[in-house]
């Protein structure tokens, strides 16, 4: 069978939750070996997020499938001990915490260099390691607020994405920052620190207003769904729901005009040119819905595609799984849980052509549901494992 691209390579990850998580379990699927540490007891936070199958949170399962369970009490001296062993035997450590929590511990990193002079240490903060900000705890709605990025979403209001997009987006700069640290320590065994800001993330997607504020001193209004240096280029309303149309080209337009029969409006002064349309963009809005409102979203994705303009219906999760694009690409995966049985994951969207990316593998179903395995590998005798499970250092499920 052929090797996942990082077998061999082992991870502690010490982080909850999603941001950090999140890249840990595209390491997992990678084929890297993730020590998943939790606290004793109730685990890592997301262990109590819904959706729930006899009681075991699907959320935390999605997010950290592939990886083995370690429960440590960090506060007390022998849990310390413990995380420390590990250090000293992994390639890279992995967290989230508020900036300076592990260093109050007295387990930060450069105790933990110590012990490893070539670690690879990873670390995802609200708002960076200094600055006025940085002891402060950080949400991804709260990085979106204070980026600016909620400024820009919305057309009456501000509006936050949909989903976690601060946290997911800074949990792949973190998978990007280790491996690229990766690649270093191959070439020099040398470690180095990667450190990520959810605000700098959620910032870093503000690039546009960013440009246009460079060259004009102003910051462009919200535009909702319809992108501000192209007209028509966003949502309209179809029979069924709504459909997404991008023009970007003016050939595109007069396409446009022609499968909605409306001609005439290509060479109208108002409309001639993508400056004249962004300047009456609800205008041309209105004009074409007059035309869209009454078609299929499918049907005018489908006429719109076949002469080159981009087109695409505006789908549901559930409508998109069901797609024979979807069904082709294999985004979607089956993992079986032990105690849920099979339930549907996304499939982890990176594809190499000669080694294999596989998500079909467990959570740990409880916390600490390895910990007698994983202290033994680290060489630890029955005795002493059961000692530190007496004295609530260590938790292990009977």
């Excluded at 077998?7 to 990850?13: A, F, N, R, S």
């Excluded at 490893?116 to 709260?142: A, E």
């Excluded at 792949?172 to 959810?198: E, F, Y």
Aim: net charge negative; with cysteine; proline share 5%.
């Amino acid at each position: 069978m052929k090797k996942r691209p990082l077998e061999g390579v082992k991870i502690l990850d010490l982080s909850q939750v999603l941001s950090a998580p999140f890249c840990g379990m595209i390491l997992a699927d990678l084929g890297a070996e993730v020590i998943k540490v939790e606290r004793p007891g109730d685990g890592d936070i997301s262990r109590a997020y819904g959706p729930y199958m006899n009681d075991i949170s699907l959320y935390f399962c999605q997010y950290n499938r592939g990886k083995r369970g370690l429960a440590v009490d960090m506060r007390t001296e022998a849990g310390k001990g413990v995380i420390m062993d590990l250090v000293a035997q992994v390639d890279v450590v992995m967290e989230n915490f508020k900036y300076g929590t592990l260093e109050k511990l007295g387990i930060g990193y450069d105790e933990m260099l110590k012990v490893n002079p070539t670690l690879i240490y990873g670390s995802i903060s609200g708002f960076g390691t200094h600055g006025p900000l940085s002891h402060l705890p950080c949400m991804d709605i709260i990085a979106a607020a204070r980026s600016g990025l909620v400024s820009q979403s919305g057309i009456d209001v501000p509006i936050k994405p949909g989903f976690s997009l601060c946290d997911t987006w800074a949990g792949l700069h973190l998978l990007r920052g280790l491996s690229m640290a990766l690649l270093h320590k191959q070439r020099t065994n040398r470690g180095v620190r990667v450190d990520i800001a959810m605000l700098d993330c959620a910032f870093y997607m503000c690039e546009a207003p960013v440009l246009e504020h460079s060259l004009t001193g102003k910051f462009a209004d919200r535009t909702g769904n319809h992108d501000p240096l192209f007209a028509p280029c966003g949502e309209f309303a179809a029979r069924d729901g709504n459909v997404v149309i991008a023009v970007t080209k003016e050939e595109e337009w007069i396409a446009l005009c022609e499968v909605l029969e409306l001609s005439s409006l290509a060479e109208e002064p108002r409309f001639c040119n993508n400056e004249s349309r962004i300047n009456n963009r609800e205008l041309l809005i209105t004009e074409l819905e007059c035309v869209t409102s009454s078609m299929g979203r499918y049907e005018i994705e489908k006429k719109l595609c076949e002469v080159g303009v981009p087109a695409a219906a505006v789908q549901t999760v559930a409508e998109f799984i069901n797609n024979p694009q979807t069904q082709e690409l294999d985004v979607i995966t089956k993992i079986n849980q032990p105690g849920v049985g099979d339930y549907t994951a996304v499939n982890t969207p990176i594809r190499f052509s000669k080694t294999p990316v596989d998500p079909n593998a467990e959570a740990p179903s409880f916390p600490g549901a390895h910990s007698r395995e994983i202290l033994s590998n680290l060489g630890y005798s029955q005795e002493k494992i059961e000692e530190l499970i007496e004295s609530g250092a260590i938790y292990q499920s009977a």
